[in-house]
């Protein structure tokens, strides 16, 4: 598969996945704000990996971890309806904390520069 047709596909499921999560899915465990932030599709569409943030409390994010799982056939299959493809990949879904590091991060180099000036 080439690499563009590869990214395509990425994003497309990419956009889809993030319509159906916040405008389709009904499950009262998915209370924090979710956004989708990639997805990877293997080389013979049978997998995706999609990589989910999190944002709400720790317990928030479990319970929402957990009602994402749960519908992962429901997302599937509404992906199925909106994507022309031969296969439909079986979704991996990851959480993807880089941003939480990111704000770590940040909050490390204020807190150095908030030192140095002193």
Not at 23 to 34: F, H, S
Not at 67 to 94: C, D, F, N, T
């Amino acid at each position: 598969m080439a690499k563009y047709r590869a990214g395509r596909i990425n994003e497309e499921m990419k956009k889809e996945i993030s319509a159906i999560i916040m405008n389709g899915l009904k499950d009262p465990r998915i209370t924090a704000m979710i956004t989708i932030t990639d997805v990877e599709v293997t080389s013979d569409l049978r997998y995706a990996k999609v990589y989910a943030s999190i944002f709400g409390t720790k317990e928030q994010k479990e319970e929402s971890l957990e009602g994402l799982k749960s519908s992962a056939g429901y997302i599937r299959r509404e992906v199925g309806k909106k994507i022309q493809m031969r296969y439909v990949p079986e979704l991996i879904i990851v959480v993807d904390d880089t941003i939480d590091r990111g704000m770590h991060i940040d909050e490390l180099i204020r807190k150095a520069n908030e030192q140095k000036d002193q």
